[in-house]
């Protein structure tokens, strides 16, 4: 084997070699996966989700609570936001949306010549659903979320202040004054746990209760009333104890007397 044919054979063979690694290092380069830094998936859980341990969420905000401090000439500058849909005067045009002279307190689409959305003609329920307080603050608050479908498209009045500021213009809106809402009384927390009220209810309970009282009772007694009572007692007891004395030198003076009454007879049967 001559040199020519070796140094051919070991130039085809570092050839494939040196194709091979290009190959493997261009790959590697193109296809290049990233170890993870956690292994597996993280699963998010968000928080509430369940009916069992989840938060119950809050009811719609009472306006009640805000209407007797309200302001209508802080709500005519609310009111601001909404003329350019909405007239409030008596006798004032519909425009977008409907005239609400005396909105507060009639029933649900029933302004004249103005042309509900059914969403808002289903909901009137045939003028049995009125507009009032708590329904129209909460109307105010996100017409759409309220109810799906009307054609207000007003982002709404988010700050519970402004709702009723302009609730108490619209108040003053109409032929008189309906009376403002009275907010429900908050549930009064109890101020024992349901173990103690159970255990103030058995019999044993009761008893303690009772003995308790006697003591109180007792010990409510001042030191000048317990030392007259000590001195009634004792005099008591004298006087019982010299009335067993009398009683006992009775007895023996009828004893001598019944002895000696032998030794008469005897002297006299004598002489």
């Known amino acids: 084997m001559n040199s020519s044919y070796f140094n051919a054979i070991a130039g085809a063979f570092l050839t494939v070699v040196f194709v091979v690694m290009t190959v493997s290092i261009a790959s590697d ?125 007003f982002a709404g009045l988010k700050k519970p202040e402004d709702r009723a500021n302009v609730i108490a213009y619209l108040r003053e809106q109409a032929p008189e004054l309906l009376p403002l809402p009275t907010p429900e009384p908050e549930a009064a927390e109890a101020e024992t746990t349901p173990e103690a009220t159970e255990a103030s209810a058995t019999p044993e309970a009761a008893s303690d209760a009772t003995a308790a009282e006697d003591m109180s009772g007792s010990s409510e007694m001042t030191p000048a009333e317990t030392t007259e009572e000590k001195a009634e007692e004792s005099e008591t007891l004298d006087e019982a104890a010299a009335e067993g004395t009398d009683a006992v030198t009775t007895d023996v003076d009828a004893l001598e007397e019944e002895a000696a009454e032998p030794t008469a007879t005897e002297t006299d049967s004598s002489n």
């Open 29 to 153: 380069a193109i296809f290049h996966t990233r170890e993870p830094v956690k292994e597996g998936f993280e699963i998010e859980v968000t928080e509430g989700g369940g009916e069992a341990g989840g938060k119950e969420e809050a009811g719609p905000f009472q306006i009640a609570t805000l209407m007797a401090g309200a302001s209508a000439e802080a709500g005519a500058n609310v009111f601001k936001k909404c003329q350019s849909c909405h007239t409030a005067e008596e006798g004032g045009a519909n425009k977008v949306g409907p005239n609400l002279w005396h909105v507060l307190g009639r029933p649900v689409a029933s302004a004249p010549d103005f042309a509900y959305s059914p969403a808002m003609v289903e909901y009137a329920a045939g003028g049995e659903t009125h507009w009032m307080y708590q329904n129209l603050s909460e109307f105010l608050d996100n017409p759409k979320k309220f109810l799906s479908g009307t054609k207000m498209s």
